[in-house]
């Protein structure tokens, strides 16, 4: 069993940077991938980046160049710094944690709400 707690969400204002953080509970070395999901009003989740054991990354288009995700395993904690946050990028953000390449042993953290308003 794995369990995520993140934090960091919050109100921000468009352009403004945003740092959430995903605490992985026992040791993060049992996962293969770790990534960040996002979930706006009446859409679908989808993958904003992952990162995998091995420190590879991977971004969706829309995110790449502004978003960074990181991981520190010493802290068994995984990041998402986020940058020039865009108006209609406001929704739930959700870390998860895959045991296995296929995905087919995910968890899901609780999630993290950011509103975007000037």
């Known amino acids: 069993q794995v369990q995520l707690v993140e934090s960091g969400g919050g109100l921000v204002q468009p352009g403004g940077p945003l740092r959430f953080s995903c605490a992985v509970s026992?040791?993060?070395?049992?996962?293969?991938?770790m990534g960040w999901y996002r979930q706006a009003s009446e859409k679908r989740r989808e993958l904003v980046a992952f990162?995998?054991?091995?420190?590879?990354?991977n971004y969706a288009y829309s995110v790449k160049g502004r978003f960074t995700i990181s991981r520190a395993n010493a802290k068994n904690t995984v990041y998402l710094q986020i940058n020039r946050l865009k108006l209609e990028e406001p929704a739930v953000y959700y870390c998860?944690?895959?045991?296995?390449?296929?995905?087919?042993?995910?968890?899901w953290g609780q999630g993290t709400q950011v509103t975007v308003s000037s």
């Open positions: 998860s944690a895959d045991l296995d390449w296929d995905g087919h042993t995910r968890y």
């Open positions: 026992g040791s993060i070395f049992i996962t293969k991938r």
């Open positions: 990162i995998t054991s091995g420190g590879s990354t």
